[in-house]
């Protein structure tokens, strides 16, 4: 048996979204048993099948480096801490 | 250019009365796979398959009267289904021995009644025809899979498909009504035809079928119930008995 990653895309400029996974003998058999476990609803109307095999993915610990690195966020807080900051100080001197 | 609503004669209801009568027990039959298949996207794509085919059969028991009094309220003798879908399939082998069997079937049935007779059945025609697309592929996908196996898969496979094919080749006796409905257009094709357009898609994963040598069911089959069709049509009619009048 494979996993096959499953990927739905609804009408108009939406992407192609992760949906879940599905296990079976063979790829048609895969896109046969998809339509009624994801797409009953007509929840998309087009499908991708990915072989998870063929997934390239990260191993453990790859990322975790960059979830330290807060000048990386930059929200433009530390910015406008300062220029309040100068604005307070120019307005105790007038 | 609006074909209107057709005053059914009575052949031609015995006809379509006749197909109405197979999907309604072969979704049935289908239904009852509903939790218990051997997995749960098959279980899902079984029990879809299900309602279509319980669908066609309402949709075109609309077209002769009452989906409600058709589906329930009629005798044992008043119903006109083959034996194949009153069999019993009691191991998932046989069950989707049946099932694409029956498609095979079906396919070629809707592909063979007339257009621009009844608007109502040119919708429900052109509805069935895009479904049993799916039905087909289901089917052929999972017998061409476990048929070209070696081992348990085949042989189990291989032995419902042998047991079921006399009630199979026999679902084409010609209904009554028939050579009147292929007078008025209703058929475009004979069931005769159509069973040498199904015999050879059948054998093309089976090998050859000694067709001659199969048990006959007799003439005119569709007249009598088999002895199954009394426990299943108890099955179909149980929650209804419960309350006929109820508006659901």
New interface residues.
Partial sequence: MNVYEVFLKKDGKDEFRHAGS?????P??AM??????YL?RAEGDQVWLVDRRHVVASGPGYIDPNADKPHRFNDGGRVAARRKAKRDESGAAR | MSAGRRDWSAAEREYLLAFADDEHLMGQQHTEWIGTAPFLEEDLAFASIAQDELGHAAALYELLGDADDLAFRRDADGYRSCALVELPCPDWAEALARHWLYDLAERHRWQSLGAGIDDRLDGVVARARREEEYHRLHAAALIGRLYGQDGDAHERLDAAVRSLLPFADALWEPVAGEHEAHRAGLATVTSAQLRARWRPEVEAVVGPVPWDELANLGQDARRQRTEHFASLFDRITEVFRIDPNAIW
């Fill in positions: 599905i296990e079976a003998a063979d048609d058999l046969v048993l998809v339509r009624e476990t009953r």
